[in-house]
């Protein structure tokens, strides 16, 4: 019992080192690009904090969880229970597991207890009904092409994706050449001390290519962010927390809220995966991202829903 | 060589005529489990019928890489049919876990593997 609380503290540490990695490595950003930001954004306002939910699979009922219905419920019980409310919560696709309409009323009716607005980007389990057209009628009006989107808030630009549509045979995730030039012009007249959020289902960075975990067009995404100061790229799809900074992009993916996948390259293959019943909650989770005027990387805070 | 290249084109050439017929007797099977398509590759004569099983926890499709079929969504134990009444190479993936690849080869009559 000692060593497994011991071991729990040591895990929580490693969270934290994760977490001040992060911030070490902002002291090697140009610091111009800091001084920028600073000096544009007044001090005033403090902060502001956003939640990202992810795959949340309603209609899965396979053993690795047989009541995804409830740990979302969980999920949501936690950010009411939050302290500070967040400003809007993101949800980065595969909300449903077989894109029925019970699904995403069931995912609608638990997710709105939130009480906090939602932005939504699909994941490749919302687009599997024949006519591919509930996920867009539900949540993708205002998008463009196949539903990708940006907005503002708290001096933020934010940029939904689409990266699980047109996919080529033996190949990944893809933005396509349509979404590609709209974001370049959705970028073109912003300055580069406005701090870039990128969010999208599947990675934009490779992270396993036998799995098709990664985007095949994504290089050019985080090309045309290259200029910005701060950028964040948000990310679902792989069902486990996973990190790195690369100059001023700080790449970032969430836990499901439904099932655990595998290590990259730790089984047979990228499906669920069966964890003690007791272990379940331990890697299940939500994310919470602040961002701080004046510092460059958003902190990011990810919650297991137990341990 | 030469009576090797003959042999598939009268195969293919037949292949139409001799579907109808193939098809009522043929029947061919590939597993999906683990994000893989059991057996990759396929070997069969023209007029078969394929069906794909999706084993996995997660829902795959079988979709030809020039489109020629597509399958809807299959659950786990779900299936999909598709009959080949042509002689040729048919590429296909599954459309939402596109490295997930496979190839079904339908040999003519004439040109093809007698069993």
């Given at each position: 019992m000692e060593h497994d609380v011991g071991r729990r503290e040591a895990l929580k540490c490693m969270a934290w080192a994760g977490t001040g990695a992060l911030w070490a490595l902002n002291a090697g950003v140009a610091s111009s690009s800091v001084i920028d930001v600073a000096a544009t954004q007044?001090?005033?306002?403090a902060s502001f904090t956003f939640l990202q939910i992810s795959d949340s699979h309603i209609g899965f009922d396979k053993p690795a969880n047989p009541n995804a219905k409830g740990t979302l419920e969980e999920a949501i019980g936690r950010i009411k229970a939050l302290p500070a409310k967040p400003s809007f919560m993101i949800h980065t696709g595969d909300i449903t597991h077989l894109s029925k309409p019970s699904e995403f009323d069931d995912a609608d009716t638990i997710i709105s207890q939130a009480g906090l607005d939602v932005r939504y980007v699909p994941g490749e389990?919302?687009?599997?009904?024949?006519?591919?057209t509930l996920y867009r009628e539900r949540y993708g009006r205002q998008g463009k092409g196949d539903g990708w989107y940006s907005f503002d808030a708290g001096g933020v630009h934010f940029v939904g994706l689409v990266n699980v549509k047109n996919l080529k045979a033996g190949g990944m995730g893809s933005l396509g050449d349509d979404q590609l030039k709209w974001l370049a012009d959705d970028l073109r007249d912003r300055t580069a001390s406005t701090p870039v959020v990128l969010f999208a289902h599947v990675p934009l960075w490779v992270i396993y290519e036998s799995w098709g975990w990664g985007t095949d067009d994504g290089a050019r995404a985080l090309e045309l962010v290259k200029r910005f100061g701060s950028v964040t790229v948000l990310n679902g799809h792989i069902h486990q927390v996973m990190q790195k900074v690369e100059g001023n992009v700080a790449f970032h993916t969430a836990r499901s809220t439904a099932f655990p996948q595998p290590a990259p390259?730790?089984?047979?293959?990228?499906?669920p995966m069966k964890v003690p019943d007791d272990k379940l909650r331990s890697m299940l989770g939500v994310a919470s991202v602040t961002f701080k005027r004046g510092t460059q990387r958003l902190a990011i805070i990810d919650t297991p829903l137990q341990g | 060589m030469r009576m090797a290249l003959l042999a598939f084109a009268f195969g293919a050439a037949l292949a139409c005529v001799v579907a109808p017929l193939a098809a009522q007797t043929g029947g061919a099977a590939v597993v999906i489990d683990n994000f893989t398509f059991a057996p990759q590759q396929l070997t069969i004569k023209a007029g078969t019928t394929v069906t794909w099983t999706n084993r996995d926890d997660i829902p795959h499709t079988v979709m030809a890489t020039d489109r020629l079929f597509k399958s809807n969504a299959m659950d786990t134990d779900e299936s999909y049919s598709f009959t080949f009444s042509t002689a040729g190479e048919y590429s296909y993936f599954c459309s939402l876990h596109p490295h997930m690849t496979g190839t079904i080869v339908v040999e003519g009559v004439g040109g093809g593997v007698t069993r």
């Open positions: 007044p001090e005033s306002n389990h919302d687009i599997l009904d024949p006519d591919v390259g730790a089984a047979a293959s990228p499906g | -």
